[in-house]
T-cell receptor, first 112, second 114 residues
Framework: GEDVEQSLFLSVREGDSSVINCTYTDSSSTYLYWYKQEPGAGLQLLTYIFSNMDMKQDQRLTVLLNKKDKHLSLRIADTQTGDSAIYFC????????????FGKGTKLSVKP | NAGVTQTPKFQVLKTGQSMTLQCAQD?????MSWYRQDPGMGLRLIHY???????DQGEVPNGYNVSRSTTEDFPLRLLSAAPSQTSVYFC?????????????FGSGTQLSVL
C-alpha cells in the first residue's frame, strides 16, 4: 500500500546542517513536498520538488530526489533554533489528485 | 489576511455528545479538506471537497460528516463523539488543478473526548 516513511527525531547543534530523510512508495507523484509545523500551529508548505528533478535549492534549503530508490531528503544549512519544528514529507495519494499522504513527521531539535 | 480560520481552538466533549468544528477560508479556494493528527500517526485525511456542493470521503471518515454549501466554509460534524476521536483537527484549503496539493492549513482544533 501507499506509505511515506520518515525517522521521528533529529537533534543537531545550531550552525550545523540538518538532513531529514523520507522514503515514499508512489512513483507516479508529480510533486513531492516538505511541510513544516511549528509548535502549536498548523502545517505550512516549506518547499516542493517536481518529480523529474534531482535537486532543488532554495536559500538554506536543498531538496534531493532519488526516484530510483524513492528517496527524498531535505537539507537545512546553518540550522538555527528557529528551525526547530516537525517536518513532514508528503506525496500524492494515488488516484486522488490533490490529496496527499503525509509521513509521520520528523521532529527537529536544534540545540544552541 | 485571515487565510484559513478554525474555531474553536480547544474543545472538551463527553462521550456521545455532538459538535461542529468550523473552518472558513477567505482565499476563494475551491479545494478544502479535514485532517486529524494523532501522536505517532501523522496526518490522516477525513473528508475533502473539490467545490461547493461536492464532498468525498478520505482515509478515516467514520464518525464524521461534512457539507460544503459555500466556497468559504467547510464544517466538520462529530455525530456522537467517542474517546477515539480525541485528536488535533486541521482544516486545509488550496486552489484547484495543479495547485491543489499546495495546501494552506488552519491552526487546528484540539479536541478531547472524555
Amino acid at each position: 500500500g501507499e506509505d511515506v516513511e520518515q525517522s521521528l527525531f533529529l537533534s543537531v547543534r545550531e550552525g550545523d546542517s540538518s538532513v531529514i530523510n523520507c522514503t515514499y512508495t508512489d512513483s507516479s507523484s508529480t510533486y513531492l513536498y516538505w511541510y513544516k509545523q511549528e509548535p502549536g500551529a498548523g502545517l505550512q508548505l516549506l518547499t516542493y520538488i517536481f518529480s523529474n528533478m534531482d535537486m532543488k535549492q532554495d536559500q538554506r534549503l536543498t531538496v534531493l530526489l532519488n526516484k530510483k530508490d524513492k528517496h527524498l531528503s531535505l537539507r537545512i544549512a546553518d540550522t538555527q533554533t528557529g528551525d526547530s519544528a516537525i517536518y513532514f514529507c508528503a506525496e500524492t495519494r494515488r488516484g486522488s489528485q490533490g490529496n496527499l499522504i503525509f509521513g509521520k513527521g520528523t521532529k527537529l531539535s536544534v540545540k544552541p | 489576511n485571515a487565510g484559513v480560520t478554525q474555531t474553536p481552538k480547544f474543545q472538551v466533549l463527553k462521550t456521545g455528545q455532538s459538535m461542529t468544528l468550523q473552518c472558513a477560508q477567505d482565499m476563494n479556494h475551491e479545494y478544502m479538506s479535514w485532517y486529524r493528527q494523532d501522536p505517532g500517526m501523522g496526518l490522516r485525511l477525513i473528508h475533502y471537497s473539490v467545490g461547493a456542493g461536492i464532498t468525498d470521503q478520505g482515509e478515516v471518515p467514520n464518525g464524521y460528516n461534512v457539507s460544503r454549501s459555500t466556497t468559504e466554509d467547510f464544517p466538520l460534524r462529530l455525530l456522537s463523539a467517542a474517546p477515539s476521536q480525541t485528536s488535533v483537527y486541521f482544516c486545509a484549503s488550496s486552489y484547484s488543478g495543479s495547485l491543489r496539493e499546495k495546501l494552506f492549513f488552519g491552526s487546528g482544533t484540539q479536541l478531547s473526548v472524555l
